[in-house]
């Protein structure tokens, strides 16, 4: 049976194994997909192992995404841009490609799932780290009218916009200095993780504004609080994980997996 799995540290609380069981099961594929702990240092020898067992495919999450990007033979567009690659694919040559989900994972919830536009809007997005970079391109490839990232630390906003000046226009400040009236608001800052909310100016939502908070839980984050009290329509970040696993499940696989159902089982058992 082909095999695959997800690694990290930790892994007992990956929801992954459940998403791609329900997949195969959905879309009749004869696939394993188990959970794979390795030492923080320890990345490369249990892939190694995993591959040498005869594995086809593997799922990668904190902290071994750069190491992930490091492991693999060949990348992506998407994987090169975000810096980070958080699937790895055996191809029929025998090499591994790296690829990124995480952004297509994003943008097929908002506009899949969500029924939201990214088109010609203007999108702010919050946070300038690894999440961050690693949406940017297939944000950007959505021609959005504007995007702007907002960051604490407003020097790597600024960074971040000129490494991806050439995919499009975008534009950066701290989080203190942002233009007003934004359709689309993206929290992928790791604010909510400590339940913090960014000081952002409500003024920064335009009228029917969406927002979106990358994390998500039991309990809507301070930021879809913040964003639903300004008449924004909110969203955590159940589908953006759902999204990337059906991405990596389609490039494994060649089949798209539908996420609708999956997303019902995954949140009924998150509350
Ligand atoms: P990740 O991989 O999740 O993006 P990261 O690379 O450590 O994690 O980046 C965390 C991001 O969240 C950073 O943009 C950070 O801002 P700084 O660059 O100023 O550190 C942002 N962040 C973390 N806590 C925050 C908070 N309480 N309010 C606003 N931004 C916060």
């Not at 702010?124 to 490839?141: D, H, K, Q, Y």
Request: charged share 20%; aromatic share 8%.
């Amino acid at each position: 049976m082909d095999k695959y799995a997800v690694i990290g540290n930790p892994i007992k609380q990956s929801m992954s194994p459940d998403i791609h069981a329900a997949f195969a099961n959905e879309t009749g594929q004869d696939m394993e997909y188990g959970k794979l702990f390795a030492e923080v240092d320890g990345f490369k020898g249990v892939v190694d192992q995993f591959f040498a067992d005869g594995a086809r495919g593997l799922n990668v999450t904190a902290p071994f995404k750069l190491d992930a990007f490091e492991y693999a033979d060949e990348l992506t567009e998407r994987a090169r841009t975000a810096g980070a690659v958080n699937t790895l694919a055996l191809q029929g040559d025998g090499t591994l490609l790296g690829d990124n989900t995480d952004g297509a994972g994003l943008v097929s919830d908002i506009k899949q799932h969500l029924g939201w536009v990214i088109r010609g809007k203007r999108v702010l997005i919050l946070g300038a780290g690894g999440a961050t970079r690693g949406t940017l391109l297939p944000l950007l490839e959505e021609k959005p009218a504007e995007l702007h990232i907002a960051n604490r630390t407003a020097q790597k906003a600024r960074q971040l916009a000129e490494d991806f000046s050439g995919y499009g226009s975008i534009t950066a400040s701290g989080l203190d200095a942002v233009p007003d009236g934004f359709e689309l608001i993206i929290n992928a800052s790791a604010a909510s993780l400590s339940g913090e909310l960014p000081p952002l100016s409500p003024r920064a939502l335009a009228e029917g504004c969406c927002a979106y908070d990358m994390v998500y839980g039991a309990q809507p984050t301070p930021f879809m609080h913040w964003a639903t009290g300004l008449g924004a329509e909110v969203s955590d970040g159940l589908g953006m994980l759902v999204g990337q696993a059906a991405e990596s499940f389609a490039l494994w696989r060649g089949v798209r997996p539908r996420v609708e159902p999956v997303l019902g089982m995954l949140r009924e058992r998150l509350l």
